[in-house]
């Protein structure tokens, strides 16, 4: 399994950014995906964004598109979520995931290595 650290959630306005981390501790995940999850109480962890190794490939939900934007920096071990015109729907724990394989899912079973999770607020 790989090692994942996200970092950078915290508290913010509607309307406002930030931009979440997930450092890995493979040096190279050739042939895995990354993905971001969600989850907020009493709900099921929901799919937000993924991407692949090695084709750089992207995929959004409809609630984030246009708003978020996923990225994989390899020189630095880590893969970024952006987030900007953050709403008070976007509020949740988000949670890197990774597995092995390009394969497109969007299911939560699909991946095995999980981070610990960092929390979002959006609120005025």
């Known amino acids: 399994q790989v090692q994942l650290v996200e970092s950078g959630g915290g508290m913010v306005q509607p309307g406002g950014s930030l931009t979440l981390s997930c450092a890995h501790s493979?040096?190279?995940?050739?042939?895995?995906?990354v993905a971001w999850f969600r989850q907020t109480p009493g709900k099921e962890r929901e799919f937000v964004t993924r991407?692949?190794?090695?084709?750089?490939?992207?995929y959004y939900d409809d609630s984030v598109k246009g708003r978020f934007t996923i990225s994989w920096d390899k020189a630095k071990n880590t893969v970024y979520l952006q987030m900007n015109n953050l709403k008070p729907e976007d509020t949740a724990v988000y949670y890197c995931?990774?597995?092995?394989?390009?394969?497109?899912?969007?299911?939560?079973?699909?991946?095995?290595?999980w981070g610990q999770g960092t929390q979002v607020t959006v609120s005025s």
């Open positions: 995931a990774a597995k092995y394989g390009v394969a497109a899912s969007d299911s939560r079973n699909s991946y095995n290595s």
């Open positions: 493979e040096r190279t995940l050739d042939t895995f995906t």
């Open positions: 991407i692949t190794w090695t084709s750089q490939h992207t």
